[in-house]
């Protein structure tokens, strides 16, 4: 059974950092595309960036140069580090999985909420 | 990486039919049939409803169908049913190896 269950949510303050993680089961998590994708309270959804089965990473302008996408196959995890996080940052983050060479989100965590406030 | 645009909000009474449009760019809708739709209910992660414009997942209502058409893409629900009331998403894979999402249309079924 395929499953992805997301940590490392929390209060941050204002200029912090915070790493997310995404523990997978069920698949490989580097030999399919691996997404964040977040949603602020009230709001819609919004894609924060991939990791593609080669390596190749790509993020939304929103966080360029500030989050950075990575996987440690070993362990079949997917991280999110996030540095200078601002009150626009706060969301529920998911992970989501689009298996290779496919172009939609099959199978989704159940998110961790990151609140950015001092 | 403009968001796809969506209705907020439509609604149908039990048995209606109801279609929810995304309207996107070359760049994205009209460039790929490579568009999704995703149901969300209150305090849940998204599902998968619809995927390449018009394919269904495995378990996922026939009454849920996709469709596009230039650089709009749109999801009709037949039958509707109360359980259907949900918030809606479209998603498209982008010219710059990356995805968009529309704003999110909220589904009342009356």
């Known amino acids: 059974e395929v499953q992805l269950v997301e940590s490392g949510g929390g209060l941050i303050q204002p200029g912090g950092s915070l790493r997310l993680s995404c523990a997978a089961s069920?698949?490989?998590?580097?030999?399919?595309?691996m997404s964040w994708v977040r949603q602020a309270p009230g709001k819609g959804l919004e894609w924060v960036s991939v990791?593609?089965?080669?390596?190749?990473?790509y993020y939304a302008d929103s966080v360029k140069g500030r989050f950075t996408i990575s996987r440690d196959n070993s362990k079949n995890t997917l991280y999110l580090q996030m540095n200078s996080l601002r009150a626009e940052d706060t969301a529920v983050y998911y992970c989501?999985?689009?298996?290779?060479?496919?172009?939609?989100?099959?199978?989704w965590g159940q998110g961790t909420l990151v609140t950015v406030s001092s | 990486q403009s968001a796809l645009t969506q209705p907020a909000s439509v609604s149908g009474s039990p048995g209606q039919s109801i279609t929810i449009s995304c309207t996107g760019t070359?760049?994205?809708?009209?460039?790929?049939?490579?568009v999704s739709w995703y149901q969300q209910h209150p305090g849940k992660a998204p599902k998968l409803m619809i995927y390449?414009?018009?394919k269904r997942p495995s378990g996922v209502s026939n009454r849920f169908s996709g469709s596009k058409s230039g650089n709009t893409a749109s999801l009709t629900i037949s039958g509707l049913q109360a359980e259907d009331e949900a918030d809606y998403y479209c998603?498209?894979?982008?010219?710059?190896?990356?995805?968009?999402f529309g704003g999110g249309t909220k589904l009342t079924v009356l």
């Open positions: 390449d414009v018009s």
């Open positions: 998603s498209s894979y982008t010219s710059s190896s990356t995805w968009v």
């Open positions: 990791i593609y089965s080669g390596g190749s990473t």
């Open positions: 989501a999985r689009a298996a290779a060479g496919t172009y939609y989100f099959d199978y």
């Open positions: 070359s760049s994205d809708v009209g460039g790929y049939n490579y």
């Open positions: 069920g698949f490989t998590v580097s030999s399919n595309y």
